[in-house]
T-cell receptor, first 123, second 112 residues
Framework: GAVVSQHPSWVICKSGTSVKIECRSL??????MFWYRQFPKQSLMLMAT?????????EQGVEKDKFLINHASLTLSTLTVTSAHPEDSSFYIC???????????????????FGPGTRLTVL | RKEVEQDPGPFNVPEGATVAFNCTYS??????FFWYRQDCRKEPKLLMS???SGNEDGRFTAQLNRASQYISLLIRDSKLSDSATYLC?????????????FGAGTILRVKS
């Protein structure tokens, strides 16, 4: 299967600082990358969808000026949490999908391959 | 109303038991359906797709009822390693690509 990595796996920062999280597709070119957030005992919530070379599409209620997404290449997307506050503490997960038919796998849809997640704690 | 609803559980079952999870979704325009498995503090992993005709993968059987907007997952002969949170997921085609909508998950604990 396709491999997606995230860095860092966990981060602790002070309130008011900015944190950058990287998402990389290691063995395929990701046409689209997705950023999710998961609070404890809650479902994954899609924050934004980004296509390489274009602006990200943010879900309703997600502040685009606070959560900056850059998808500069087909293998890398970054999420920057600006001026982080304790309420931003969460599990951030990225996923990547490709139009490469070889990755179609078991399902007919454009499968998303998930990174291992980044646990952010803001003090 | 949540877009995808699941019973949070937990379901505590002995090894070897059969357990069933249910899920309902609200958007009739949903295109495709899945069950994912998520272990504690890990990313979700695709378990299986769900089709109207029903599909089976070893001990796992999934079923979709489009008319009732209802999805199910049956696990037979439960193993300790099946302990996890099972996420019901609905895919919708958007202008910008696929959008996966996740349920909050059902916790399964299999005990010896």
């Amino acid at each position: 299967g396709a491999v997606v990595s995230q860095h860092p796996s966990w981060v602790i920062c002070k309130s008011g600082t900015s944190v950058k999280i990287e998402c990389r597709s290691l063995d395929f070119q990701a046409t689209t990358m997705f950023w999710y957030r998961q609070f404890p005992k809650q479902s994954l919530m899609l924050m934004a969808t980004s296509n390489e070379g274009s602006k990200a599409t943010y879900e309703q209620g997600v502040e685009k000026d606070k959560f900056l997404i850059n998808h500069a290449s087909l293998t890398l997307s970054t999420l920057t949490v600006t001026s982080a506050h304790p309420e931003d503490s969460s599990f951030y997960i990225c996923s990547a999908s490709s139009l490469d038919a070889r990755l179609a796998g078991r399902s007919s849809y454009n499968e998303q391959f998930f990174g291992p997640g980044t646990r952010l704690t803001v003090l | 109303r949540k877009e995808v609803e699941q019973d949070p559980g937990p379901f505590n079952v002995p090894e070897g038991a059969t357990v069933a999870f249910n899920c309902t979704y609200s958007n009739s325009a949903s295109q495709s359906f899945f069950w994912y498995r998520q272990d504690c503090r890990k990313e979700p992993k695709l378990l299986m797709s769900v089709y109207s005709s029903g599909n089976e993968d070893g001990r796992f059987t999934a079923q979709l009822n489009r008319a009732s907007q209802y999805i199910s997952l049956l696990i037979r002969d439960s193993k300790l390693s099946d302990s996890a949170t099972y996420l019901c997921v609905v895919n919708m085609d958007m202008e910008y690509g696929n959008k996966l909508v996740f349920g909050a998950g059902t916790i399964l604990r299999v005990k010896s």
